[in-house]
């Protein structure tokens, strides 16, 4: 598992990152959100052994990454930011030195190498120079690395970035089905990324953790949770009439495509109440949809961006 | 989740290995694959040569000896082996390797070392390969060939110095060039420092105790004495010292980093 206490990182008078506790078990997919510069891929960098920390404490596996360094990088793998790779080598060269400096040679070596390959489909790549290779090749060769000693904690910082969508859900894929046995974190922009591989979610913002929990957990902390959308025609009296409804809050309609959304009070459902409503006027409705929350609007609150809520 | 067992000492023995010879392996293997080693060795050569031709006069001082060769390699250095190493660290830094390389279980010290190994096997073999030089001499005349090898291991060990000083500045920048430029600075000074041009200011600054120190420290005055043939303990151990701090800098410089 990971974890970290306390863990703290200041550059001069800029707090990187503070206080940050998390805390990953195996079966779990941690889905690390932040804007840029929130100080996710500092944390990152300070459990895999390659930033110190100012404050606090990190351990992987048990192993604490200050104190007891090469143990906590045993268990770990990782896939820095932007997935780094020697663009002069061959690919299987590449994989080669990985498998050495962790120490795997002859047969298991081989074994686990050819496993890396078929898995991210680097059969034709093998002998090409890396630095010839796509982006999405050469994010697959790092994550090959990363997993080659099949590691039991694993951190992947934007590893799907730069792949296409076919590609994108291989990896996806590939995370769920790492995740049974593994503790995970995942760095991403891609929102759609944590409901689909994560089953955590933790937003940094500033260095600090401000939300921690599951996927359904902080959609339900949008004030889209509950809400009813659909679209109708533009029609001013139906508007007038769902807003007076006693467990509505808002309507809203969007001005760009006309969709209407019903926006409940805290923690009211309004489904049952909206479609009797609808019924009894005869309105003509398309797409009536029960909202689950958005994270991306919880993600813009939490980082205080909140003007940018409405538009999505 | 269980926690993995602790490696036995045997396995953790052999992970060192392997960490070290993975590094060292990937450097040699860089230096065979791109350009920087070839043309290190063409550009030593040719330039080994003609110095010692055409500025040493080898033939017309009518001695059976090398120190015509030698004596340029302090100049040769000063320019090819900077070049050499500006690439260590500040090329894995600027292209991101250094944080997949120290994420790696390695220890920092084993990357320093494995990279000075490869880059001085490296110069080691572009400096055996002026050994027609040698043939010749043998041919010509009656050298002494101790002298001849004590020359071999001083020029070996000046380059080593220079590698590990180039080693050490890389660490401390992305920028290449100023790896370079700063390397030759330091290099150049510590060949000087037993010379007026670095005695004199420092003697009008008024510290003779420091002058004096600052000669003893001068590469050029160990690296004459060996290459004159006088295998001295003393200057084999100034040049082992003198690498053995630099590249502990080196870890230093890295760990620094690492806290910054």
């Known amino acids: 598992m990971i974890e970290t206490e306390r863990l703290g990182k200041r550059y001069g008078t800029l707090q990187a990152v503070d206080d940050l506790d998390l805390r990953v078990t195996a079966g779990q997919v941690l889905g690390l959100l932040g804007p840029n510069g929130a100080g996710k891929s500092t944390s990152m960098r300070i459990i895999a052994g390659y930033l110190l920390p100012t404050s606090g404490s990190a351990r992987v596996c048990g192993h604490d990454v200050v104190r007891d360094p090469l143990n906590a990088r045993r268990a770990l793998g990782y896939l820095p930011e932007g997935a780094p790779s020697y663009g002069e080598m061959k690919v299987r060269e590449f994989l080669r030195f990985a498998a050495r400096i962790r120490g795997l040679r002859g047969i298991p070596r081989d074994r686990r190498m050819g496993e890396m390959i078929a898995l991210l489909q680097l059969e034709a790549v093998l002998e090409r120079t890396i630095e010839t290779l796509s982006k999405g090749f050469r994010r697959r060769v790092c994550l090959a690395q990363a997993l080659l000693h099949d590691p039991p904690a694993l951190i992947l910082d934007e590893p799907t970035d730069g792949l296409d969508p076919n590609q994108q859900r291989e990896v996806h894929a590939l995370i769920r089905d790492m995740a049974r046995d593994r503790a995970i974190i995942l760095c991403t922009h891609a929102l759609n990324e944590v409901s689909t591989v994560c089953n955590r979610v933790a937003i940094l913002s500033d260095g600090r953790l401000r939300v921690q929990g599951t996927p359904a957990e902080l959609e339900a902390q949008s004030r889209y949770h509950g809400a009813v959308s659909f679209h109708a025609p533009a029609n001013a009296l139906l508007r007038e009439l769902l807003a007076r409804l006693p467990e509505v809050q808002e309507v809203e309609i969007d001005p760009g495509d006309g969709r209407v959304t019903v926006f409940p009070r805290a923690g009211a459902r309004i489904l049952g109440e909206v479609q009797r409503l609808l019924d009894a006027q005869g309105a003509k409705v398309d797409e009536l949809q029960l909202e689950r929350g958005r994270l991306d609007e919880v993600f813009s609150r939490v980082t205080g961006h909140v003007a940018t809520a409405r538009a999505a | ?260």
């Open chain 2, 1 to 260: 989740m269980s926690i993995p067992p602790v490696a036995s000492a045997r396995d953790s023995r052999r992970l060192k290995r392997g960490a070290f010879a993975g590094v060292l392996l990937r450097e040699l293997r860089g230096y065979l694959i791109t350009p920087v080693a070839w043309l290190f060795t063409v550009i030593f050569l040719l330039l080994a040569g003609a110095l010692t031709f055409y500025l040493g006069g080898l033939f017309e001082r009518g001695q059976a000896d090398l120190q015509p060769f030698f004596q340029f390699h302090p100049w040769l250095y000063l320019v090819l082996v900077p070049a050499l190493a500006m690439r260590l660290w500040a090329e894995e830094r600027r292209s991101g390797t250094l944080e997949l390389l120290m994420t790696l279980p390695i220890r920092p010290w084993e990357a320093v070392l494995a990279k000075f190994l490869a880059a001085w096997i490296c110069v080691g073999v572009a400096l055996a390969l002026t050994f027609p030089m040698w043939l010749t001499i043998d041919y010509l005349g009656n050298p002494d060939n101790g002298a001849i090898l004590a020359g071999y291991l001083g020029s070996l060990l000046l380059a080593g110095a220079f590698l590990a000083i180039g080693e050490c500045v890389s660490a401390m920048t992305r920028s290449q060039v100023i790896a370079f430029i700063l390397t030759a600075a330091i290099c150049f000074l510590l060949l000087m420092a037993g010379y007026p041009l670095v005695q004199q200011p420092v003697q009008a600054l008024g510290w003779p105790v420091f002058a004096d120190a600052l000669a003893e420290l001068s590469l050029y005055a160990h690296f004459n004495a060996i290459s004159r043939g006088v295998l001295d303990l003393r200057d084999l151990a100034y040049f082992l010292l003198t690498i053995a701090f630099w590249l502990t800098a080196c870890v230093v410089v890295l760990d620094t980093k690492r806290g910054a």
